[in-house]
């Protein structure tokens, strides 16, 4: 099992705040039509920052921006091997997808898998008239050919490094770390 042996604060809530409301109106700035907006984020954690990214849209433009969830599990490609029960959540989709403008929102990029599942995903449910990706954190690694549209920060991970973002729902906070996992080199 693997034991966190130290972590480092790269934003704590007011700068991830100010992060969220960056990315926030640069989606105001490239969509010319807000209204066609549908914010839909990956659980767990995607979830609570699309309704942020959508809180800070409806005050900065008093529109109420629509936002959904997905639960990826079932088309993860590595889905045989998360176990015997794996937990499975909902997906939530407010709105007809169809013809929209939808930004999938993640917490942190890595290998692109999940974001490859939750595009996979949507297709299930319509044919979207573009499909962006925001995500807060980028710290690399990719293994498939997808880049965020919208980005909070770039982090280098080394070897033996994670990157947590925490949101209060889920953690009772809301703030960015870097953590190194003991016994990872």
Same mark, same amino acid.
């Given at each position: 099992?693997?034991?966190?042996?130290?972590?480092?604060?790269?934003?704590?809530?007011?700068? %991830?705040?100010?992060?969220?409301? @960056?990315?926030?109106?640069?989606?105001?700035?490239?969509?010319?039509?807000?209204?066609?907006?549908?914010?839909?984020?990956?659980?767990?954690? +995607?979830?609570?920052?699309?309704?942020?990214?959508?809180?800070?849209?409806?005050?900065?433009?008093?529109?109420?921006?629509? $936002?959904?969830?997905?639960?990826? %599990?079932?088309?993860? @490609?590595?889905? !045989?091997?998360? !176990?015997?029960?794996?937990?499975? +959540?909902? $997906?939530?989709?407010?709105?007809?997808?169809? @013809?929209? =403008?939808?930004?999938?929102?993640?917490?942190?990029? =890595? %290998? +692109?898998? #999940? #974001?490859?599942?939750?595009?996979?995903?949507?297709?299930?449910?319509?044919?979207?008239?573009?499909?962006?990706?925001?995500?807060?954190?980028?710290?690399?690694?990719?293994?498939?050919?997808?880049?965020?549209?919208?980005? +909070?920060?770039?982090? @280098?991970?080394?070897?033996?490094?994670?990157?947590?973002?925490?949101?209060?729902? #889920?953690?009772?906070?809301?703030?960015?770390?870097?953590?190194?996992?003991?016994?990872?080199?």
């Amino acid at each position: 099992m693997s034991v966190v042996s130290e972590s480092d604060v790269l934003l704590d809530a007011e700068q %991830t705040g100010s992060k969220l409301r @960056d990315l926030a109106l640069r989606m105001l700035e490239r969509e010319p039509d807000p209204a066609e907006l549908l914010l839909v984020g990956i659980r767990r954690r +995607g979830v609570e920052l699309a309704e942020r990214l959508a809180a800070e849209i409806e005050e900065m433009s008093g529109l109420r921006i629509p $936002t959904g969830s997905l639960d990826i %599990t079932l088309y993860r @490609d590595d889905f !045989g091997q998360i !176990g015997p029960k794996p937990v499975i +959540g909902l $997906t939530e989709l407010p709105v007809e997808i169809t @013809d929209r =403008h939808i930004i999938i929102v993640d917490d942190v990029l =890595h %290998t +692109g898998r #999940t #974001t490859r599942a939750a595009l996979n995903e949507l297709s299930d449910f319509g044919r979207p008239r573009k499909i962006e990706l925001c995500v807060l954190v980028d710290r690399g690694g990719r293994e498939l050919p997808i880049q965020p549209d919208y980005l +909070g920060l770039r982090v @280098d991970v080394a070897p033996g490094e994670e990157i947590a973002v925490s949101v209060p729902d #889920t953690d009772g906070e809301l703030a960015v770390r870097r953590i190194r996992i003991e016994g990872e080199p």
